[in-house]
């Protein structure tokens, strides 16, 4: 009896290809999401955040759908660092954040040289998450338009994301605060564009926020 699972036709197989890729990162995301445990649902508000801008910066829906799930596993190399350092409570030595900062190349290394379209994306955003426009960032000091786009989308919410989450020893910033920092650093850290974008949909923002609370878990 034929398998019902597989389809024979063109569009089919395409269908069946994205689906694949889909599964693929969706069992990445499951395995970020351990090294993810002191920030909640970090890497999925991140996801949405993402998302929200690359909808509005219009983007095809294909392209969305790829940054949101490309954005959840942007840590990803975290699994390559021991959790003494990941999880050290309090401030990490000069050598210790020199290993923290090698997740982006591990992620890049996990990720990349890949067909899958999540893969391509995530490989790009795991290594230039944490880069700066003005070149102050990790792990190339890479500045200006040497940063890839889907890094720099990924820059604005992540920073917005941490900020707005509780921390170990800090309580969260509110979200005018923390729009208030990507403003001031607009053009200086973060693509100005996105930050605009951003901080001109807060109330999506705040609902996407309020619906993935870290106390929901
Ligand atoms: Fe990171
Ligand atoms: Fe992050």
Not at 18 to 47: F, P
Not at 102 to 126: C, M, P, Q, V, W
Not at 129 to 149: T, V
Request: proline share 3%; no cysteine.
């Amino acid at each position: 009896m034929e398998d019902s699972r597989y389809i024979k036709t063109g569009a089919g197989m395409e269908q069946k290809l994205i689906l694949s890729e889909r599964e693929a990162v969706l069992v990445l995301e499951r395995i970020s999401k351990i090294k993810d445990a002191s920030m909640g649902n970090h890497s999925l508000r991140t996801g949405h955040y993402a998302r929200l801008i690359a909808e509005n910066i219009g983007m095809s829906e294909e392209e969305q759908d790829i940054i949101f799930h490309a954005a959840q596993i942007h840590d990803i190399g975290n699994v390559a660092i021991s959790d003494k350092i990941l999880f050290k409570p309090g401030k990490l030595t000069d050598e210790e954040f020199k290993i923290v900062m090698g997740h982006t190349i591990e992620g890049h290394r996990f990720l990349k040289d890949r067909e899958n379209r999540y893969f391509k994306a995530a490989s790009i955003i795991a290594l230039t998450h944490h880069e700066r426009l003005d070149g102050s960032g990790y792990p190339s000091g890479l500045s200006g338009d040497d940063i890839p786009m889907w890094g720099k989308i990924m820059a604005v919410v992540d920073v917005f994301d941490a900020l707005t989450s509780k921390g170990p020893y800090r309580e969260p910033w509110n979200i005018a605060d923390a729009a208030a920092l990507l403003i001031k650093n607009k053009g200086v850290l973060f693509e100005p564009r996105f930050v605009d974008i951003f901080t001109l949909k807060l109330d999506r923002v705040n609902e996407i926020r309020i619906g993935l609370s870290d106390s929901q878990l």
